[in-house]
């Protein structure tokens, strides 16, 4: 079936470092996109979406792209902190799909001081 | 306004008893999704509900497994005759009634079947 896929499993930044983590979807008619991070012993919590009408989305700190073209999404963190240190999933959604959430495997960052 | 709550946080249960795993969604949310995670690995998606009705469970295993979003209440997973297998992370997510929205997850219920 389709799914969703994540380039990187892990990722190890400096802080401070931008940070970019990559997914890749296959879902052509998907047209919502959404960034999890999840700590451990924790459940996700959102941080950024972008509609597919979109291709780039600013929140603090972090900034969503997505490159329909080529199915790509990523998350740029700007400045990364020790805070930032958890895995990163990406998911998609579309509306003829009942609405349910569709995962990567996820992105594990870890910031180095 | 309270976010997702399940509970237990963790529950332990021997092999052939039963779990039940609760969810309450946040206020003014009326669609509820289960997902099960193991270490590791990302989220499966196993249910999505909304009240008094089970919109697509084609990610729940056909046998013992079941869930329920009644009107009244939290969300119930209920997991028969438990075994090892199902030991995992079990996070409950809940989304308003408009589309193209994020959820909001709880902080997952832990189980451990020994």
């Known amino acids: 079936g389709e799914s969703v896929g994540l380039h990187l499993p892990t990722l190890s930044v400096q802080e401070g470092d931008n940070s970019i983590i990559n997914c890749a979807y296959s879902n052509s008619a998907s047209d919502y996109f959404i960034w999890y991070k999840q700590e451990s012993g924790k459940g996700p919590q959102f941080i950024i979406d972008i509609r597919s009408n979109m291709d780039k989305r600013q929140g603090q700190r972090v900034t969503v792209l997505l490159n329909k073209t080529v199915k790509h999404l990523s998350l740029q963190i700007a400045a990364t902190q020790p805070g930032d240190s958890a895995v990163y999933f990406c998911a998609e959604n579309n509306a003829g799909n009942n609405r349910k959430l569709i995962w990567g495997l996820g992105t594990s960052l870890a910031v180095n001081p | 306004n309270a976010g997702v709550m399940q509970n237990p946080r963790h529950l332990v249960r021997r092999r052939g008893q039963e779990a039940r795993l609760r969810c309450s969604p946040m206020?003014?949310?009326?669609?509820v999704y289960w997902y099960r995670q193991l270490p590791e690995e990302g989220l499966k998606f196993m249910v999505y509900?909304?009240?008094?009705?089970?919109?697509?469970e084609s990610g729940m295993p056909k046998e013992r497994f079941s869930a329920e979003f009644p009107k009244e209440g939290p969300s119930i997973l209920r997991i028969q005759q438990v075994v090892r297998g199902d030991s995992a992370a079990y996070f409950c997510?809940?989304?308003?009634?408009?589309?193209?929205?994020?959820?909001?997850f709880g902080q997952g219920t832990r189980l451990t079947v020994v």
């Open positions: 509900l909304q009240k008094e009705n089970i919109i697509d």
């Open positions: 997510a809940s989304s308003p009634p408009r589309m193209n929205t994020e959820a909001f």
């Open positions: 206020k003014g949310h009326s669609h």
